[in-house]
Nanobody, 124 residues
Framework: QVQLVESGGGLVQPGGSLRLSCAAS????????MSWYRQAPGKQRELVAA???????NYADSLKGRFTISRDNAKKTVYLQMNSLKPEDTAVYYC??????????????????WGQGTQVTVSS
């Protein structure tokens, strides 16, 4: 059983910070890109940031300078440091991984394996 388990979400005041974590576990052979997406009610899910297995990262243009993505390959964990949070950052944040797992006696490539999502609310 492969899982992505997120933590660190919650309620924060404007200008505050949060650090999200997502740990992968299970019969994983390898992980390429790990990423964070977010989705607000009534809106389409959008990419926040992504990081490759080698540590190269990219961000949504509007979030550059405020958010930082990183990963610990030994722990199979990806992080999202969020600073200077704004009410418009309020959304459910989802962890995603492009991975290869061993399943049903064979290898399976999953380019979009999702976590359960964690709520981030920025409000006074």
């Amino acid at each position: 059983q492969v899982q992505l388990v997120e933590s660190g979400g919650g309620l924060v005041q404007p200008g505050g910070s949060l650090r999200l974590s997502c740990a992968a576990s299970g019969t994983i052979v390898s992980i390429n890109t790990m990423s964070w997406y977010r989705q607000a009610p009534g809106k389409q899910r959008e990419l926040v940031a992504a990081v490759s297995s080698g540590g190269s990262s990219n961000y949504a243009d509007s979030l550059k300078g405020r958010f930082t993505i990183s990963r610990d390959n030994a722990k199979k964990t990806v992080y999202l440091q969020m600073n200077s949070l704004k009410p418009e950052d309020t959304a459910v944040y989802y962890c995603n991984a492009d991975l290869i797992r061993y399943y049903d006696r064979d290898y399976l490539r999953q380019r979009a394996f999702w976590g359960q999502g964690t709520q981030v609310t920025v409000s006074s």
